[in-house]
């Protein structure tokens, strides 16, 4: 069986430049494109990516918790979102600038629209909520008010209360001795109006309920079987009398307030001394909880002299004022997907491939000597990426191991692995990125406790993240020294490996293994004219390797040689990149690019990128791997590794991306490349003006959802799979 082609690409086509506001200077100039410009806004692109993931909550064909799980992503991303980028947007206005961002937008118009589209976001979000928990209701798995609980469950929740809650909450009555209380970042809150005993004049009050109270209660079971739950916020409202006794409650909501979580760590900072970047981010994270805050969250109920009484005390502006629904943090309803126990209502779980057997180092080291071994997360088991780790700390022969730490798990088995390689006297050496962001707290923990039992922890090059992930293992063969390599696109972290995909790659290869090794002598020597042996490595060659190949597909689109870009990352922000692109695409170079999240480049404008097509595949698994493809005459390079076509990524932080160079595993990696293309189930396709728009199988064709697809390969039903058109074709 044979899947269609999804929709065409633009055929090739090559134009004279069209007339410009400006005239172009030199074979890179871009015209300006008489329209909406050139360039699509970061935080525009970014909303239009979650309003993606929105529309997978409100799709009733996906499982009735998996659609709730979307909705709690939805409210996540909108958190990070507001404390980073709406953050440094109010930052940047404050400071005097007129226009930002790569569109150079109205700094302050593109404030209010990225906040109108954010409270349009936010009220859908509620109405799909709404929407799904009258659909759990009818499943046997009720969220309810307190009003609805049956006298029983009463008892029940009244019992809760007094036992768990009430010995953890603090009252406060806001008046000249009691001050308004500091609220941490994205607290849960209640605010009061509170009528005291005879004449006296109403007060207000807060109570902040603490981070370690789940804020779903779960309640017995009825005799039906069917769940109840209780949110927090709804229990301590209900019996906030107990708290503030003598008082009668006249309004009582619950709030929520994000705060600014950038950090910022300047030279004035560090002074040379150990440590003294370990402690500059440890007061920088003490510093975020007292951030100013860029949002509140409150109950739509609330009355206007409530909200006024928040807004003075927090300093927060009416535009970043959200009204909400129950619960104002929805976020943490991800908890009902653990506690409804009904399998039917959530996704047949994925049972990873187990595509190679690492469990014997002896067996594993002859394999990658032999060839190396490409793997597809999720849908192949991540084991062997924390069985080669724990082999390197187990096997005599392994003399050093070297690693990247950006993001990990909380109980990770391979920090434990490299705790025990240091304790058995094995060189291990990691470099630890202490700003990634909302990790840092785990990592300095991770860097402590290796360097404990006798690893050597570095912490990356100043001003530059390390974003790469590499794993470097030294052993003494007998025909010398040979060095073995991992490297991924994703990060050391078992748990997101189930749920996002993401490539690896194990190498012997010397030349691989060799760059791999000076990297990892830049990271810990600053060293000045590194050989990276066909590595890419920001900010040295990531830029202008890339720019290189698609100048060389330009070439070979004028020659009349078969060209072409084909590539899968998250973002596509930098406008050097973008602007390569565009004179490619009026050379005639097909360009297939597959963008999870942002994109500011504009595909299928005449004159300016009509041989360009972009699409977004949003699914079950958060799409994560980072792909480079380019057709080089019909003899393609490919490329893996951890790096965007993003300023930071290109520019601001160490990344690796790693050549591709066996044959089979660059044919492998070109035909998910082309079954990611075929989708036509979960692919959303990028129109000029940042809209995206949903695919449909056309009639005749077969669907396929790509995600789906490798999972039943993985599984051994290869054979029952349609066939898939070249990637090129």
Known sequence: MAISPSPSPHKMVRRPLPKSRKAPTGDAAVPAYEGSGVFIDRELSWLAFNRRVLEEAQDVTVPLLERLKFIAIVGSNLDEFFEVRVASLLQRIESGAVNDGIAQLDAREKLAG??????????????????????LCKAGASVKELAELTPEEEVQARAYFRREVYPLLTPITVDPSHPFPHLLNKALCLALILKPPGKGREAFGVITVPRSLSRVVSLPPGKDGAQSFLFIADLVRHYAGDLFKGYAIRECVSF????????????????????????????????????????????KGASATLVEFLRDNLDVEPGLIFRTGSPVNLNRITALYSLISQPRLKFPSCAPGHAVDFSDPEEMFARLRSHDVLLHHPFESYDPVVRFIEAAANDPQVLAVKTTLYRTSDNSPIMYALMEAAQRGKEVIVVVELTARFDEQSNIRWARQLEERGGTVIYGLGGLKTHCKLALVVRREKAGFRRYAHVGTGNYNPDTARFYTDFSLFTSNRDTTGGIFEVFNHLTANTRRPDFRGLWVSPLSFLSGTLALIAREREN?????????????????????????????????????????????????????????????????????????????????????????????????????????????????????????????????????????????????????????????????????????????
């Open 114 to 135: 990225v906040l109108a589209q954010a409270q349009q976001a936010v009220s859908d979000q509620y109405r799909c909520w709404a929407a799904i928990r009258e659909e």
């Open 557 to 729: 689109a004028r020659a009349g040689k078969p060209s072409g870009i084909a590539a899968k990352f998250n973002a596509l922000l930098d406008k050097e990149v973008i602007e390569a692109l565009y004179e490619a695409s009026r050379d005639g170079v097909p360009i297939r690019l597959i963008v999870r999240g942002i994109c500011s480049l504009r595909p299928g404008v005449p004159g300016l990128s009509e041989n360009i097509r972009v699409k977004s595949v949003v699914g079950r698994f958060l799409e994560h791997s980072r792909v480079f493809c380019f057709r080089n005459g019909g003899d393609e390079e490919m490329f893996i590794g951890s790096g965007d076509w993003m300023v930071r990524n290109l520019r601001e932080r160490v990344e690796v991306l790693a050549p591709v160079r066996e044959p089979a595993l660059r044919a492998r990696l070109t035909r998910i490349l082309s079954v990611y293309w075929r989708d036509n189930v979960a692919t959303w396709w990028m129109s000029h003006d940042g809209s995206y728009a949903r695919a449909r199988p056309a009639e005749g064709q077969v669907p396929l959802n790509a995600q789906e697809f490798f999972m039943q390969e993985a599984s051994g039903a290869a054979s029952e799979l349609p066939e898939i058109p070249g990637l090129w074709d």
């Open 256 to 299: 929520r307030a994000t705060r600014n979580s950038n950090l910022y760590i300047g030279d004035e900072d560090l002074d040379g001394e150990e440590g003294s970047l370990l402690e500059a981010v440890e007061e920088e994270i003490r510093n975020r909880r007292r951030g100013d805050v860029v949002r509140l969250e409150i109950e």
